[in-house]
Nanobody, 115 residues
Framework: QVRLVESGGGLVQPGGSLRLSCAVSGNIDSIYAINWYRQAPGNEREFVAQVIRSSGRVTYADSVKGRFTISRDTAKNTVYLQMNSLNADDTAIYSC????????WGQGTQVTVSS
């Protein structure tokens, strides 16, 4: 069993930054990767970024490449998503998941980009 808890969402002006956190607990050794996804109202859930637990390799969606950075603190069992140069299209509920034998999801955190 794996548990994920996201935090760090909120309201930010266009051009601003936020850092999301995904705290992971439970059977961490079973995890292959941690992913960030987002879902805007009326849209399908969209992949944002991934970090592979064993290698640290990262992958980004084209829509966030160069603006978002995924990182991890293994001592804190936490994965971060640093989001810079935010715009209205980034408004969504952001969720992290853990890919293991099963897929585990957190509850999500709202990010709203608005002036």
């Amino acid at each position: 069993q794996v548990r994920l808890v996201e935090s760090g969402g909120g309201l930010v002006q266009p051009g601003g930054s936020l850092r999301l956190s995904c705290a992971v607990s439970g059977n961490i050794d079973s995890i292959y990767a941690i992913n960030w996804y987002r879902q805007a109202p009326g849209n399908e859930r969209e992949f944002v970024a991934q970090v592979i637990r064993s290698s640290g390799r990262v992958t980004y969606a084209d829509s966030v490449k160069g603006r978002f950075t995924i990182s991890r603190d293994t001592a804190k069992n936490t994965v971060y998503l640093q989001m810079n140069s935010l715009n209205a299209d980034d408004t969504a509920i952001y969720s992290c998941n853990a890919a293991a034998i099963h897929i585990y999801w957190g509850q999500g955190t709202q990010v709203t980009v608005s002036s």
